[in-house]
T-cell receptor
Framework: GAGVSQSPRYKVTKRGQDVALRCDPISGHVSLYWYRQALGQGPEFLTYFNYEAQQDKSGLPNDRFSAERPEGSISTLTIQRTEQRDSAMYRC?????????????FGPGTRLTVL | GQQLNQSPQSMFIQEGEDVSMNCTSSSIFNTWLWYKQDPGEGPVLLIALYKAGELTSNGRLTAQFGITRKDSFLNISASIPSDVGIYFCAGQLWGSNYKLTFGKGTLLTVNP
């Protein structure tokens, strides 16, 4: 079956522009996660949704970052007024139910480059 | 920031050799996971550990959840060229049942 998909796969933008990154989770998965992965590092947690509710946004770096999942399926991570330090791989993951023992399945990521 | 110390950072081995990598933390984890990431792909779960002292195998892979809950190791036996990739340890901190904390990864290269 289809895995987690993300679009675009690559995004190049100029400093100061807004970007929207999309995540399509595995069909039926209740939980959705956003992570950011810098080069040479492991993914770092940004935010977590259970259905449409954003349960934890403690990993969002600042108020330029926001995420939504209005219908409990597709999610969008938005970065306003991008800065060069925002350049990274942004990964989405989904899991069937959340909680310990619930496997998170990762998408291929969106590589964001801010010039 | 990262709370897991993963080592080694990279390994270059000959096909057929065994490999060992580990993760340590100053915090207690209630779940340890090992993922593999291939180029252009997201991390894929290899092994999950849920109990202190647990030893789990998946084919040529064996992982253990340390008794102190602060460490884990992954062994790969009889390596093959397709084992090449970046291996990440990840854990769920005590008190969290969804947020994963990742190590920095171990880059494994296997020479045929």
């Amino acid at each position: 079956g289809a895995g987690v998909s993300q679009s675009p796969r690559y995004k190049v933008t100029k400093r100061g522009q807004d970007v929207a990154l999309r995540c399509d989770p595995i069909s039926g998965h209740v939980s959705l996660y956003w992570y950011r992965q810098a080069l040479g590092q492991g993914p770092e947690f940004l935010t977590y949704f259970n259905y449409e509710a954003q349960q934890d946004k403690s990993g969002l770096p600042n108020d330029r970052f926001s995420a939504e999942r209005p219908e409990g399926s597709i999610s969008t991570l938005t970065i306003q007024r991008t800065e060069q330090r925002d350049s990274a791989m942004y990964r989405c993951a989904s899991s069937p139910a959340g909680g310990q023992g619930d496997t998170q399945y990762f998408g291929p990521g969106t590589r964001l480059t801010v010039l | 920031g990262q709370q897991l110390n993963q080592s080694p950072q990279s390994m270059f081995i000959q096909e057929g050799e065994d490999v060992s990598m580990n993760c340590t933390s100053s915090s207690i984890f209630n779940t340890w996971l090992w993922y593999k990431q291939d180029p252009g792909e997201g991390p894929v779960l290899l092994i999950a550990l849920y109990k202190a002292g647990e030893l789990t195998s998946n084919g040529r892979l064996t992982a253990q959840f340390g008794i102190t809950r602060k460490d884990s190791f992954l062994n790969i036996s009889a390596s093959i060229p397709s084992d090449v990739g970046i291996y990440f340890c990840a854990g769920q901190l005590w008190g969290s049942n969804y947020k994963l904390t990742f190590g920095k990864g171990t880059l494994l290269t296997v020479n045929p």
